[in-house]
């Protein structure tokens, strides 16, 4: 349950697949962001996100400096870093091939 005014659910501490998380920083570190917490925070005063005034954009890799701080912090604690690997029914994959199946349905079904 969140109880904030845009939502009245959301994820917490989703157990992310080492791999997933760290080829998320490596494919993102030389992006550019302005905020570390992207759920909150924005200015909506033209109707989509800006940065708030005064906000320095910077290389992801600045702002979050390992892998584990990337999954953890962009979405104030949706996803938590593990050193569960692929395939062992302990972390969620970001990234699959659906064609394969989804092996995030024995994960949830693991935490159920």
């Known amino acids: 349950?969140?109880?904030t005014?845009?939502?009245?659910?959301?994820?917490?501490?989703?157990?992310?697949?080492q791999e997933d998380c760290e080829?998320?920083?490596e494919d993102c570190q030389d992006a550019v962001t302005c905020k570390?917490?992207?759920h909150k925070g924005w200015n909506w005063t033209t109707g989509t996100n800006q940065c708030?005034?005064?906000?320095?954009?910077?290389k992801?890799?600045?702002?979050?400096?390992?892998?584990?701080?990337?999954?953890?912090?962009?979405?104030?604690?949706?996803?938590?870093?593990t050193s569960h690997h692929r395939g062992s029914g302990r972390c969620?994959?970001?990234?699959?091939?659906?064609?394969?199946?989804?092996?995030n349905v024995a994960v949830a079904k693991y935490y159920a």
């Open 1 to 3: 349950q969140a109880d």
């Open 5 to 17: 005014s845009w939502r009245k659910e959301r994820i917490r501490d989703v157990p992310l697949c």
């Open 23 to 25: 080829q998320w920083w």
């Open 36 to 38: 570390v917490n992207w």
């Open 52 to 58: 708030p005034k005064g906000a320095m954009c910077q």
């Open 60 to 81: 992801f890799k600045f702002v979050f400096p390992t892998a584990a701080a990337l999954c953890e912090q962009i979405w104030s604690g949706s996803y938590r870093y």
């Open 92 to 103: 969620i994959q970001m990234w699959f091939d659906p064609a394969q199946g989804n092996p």
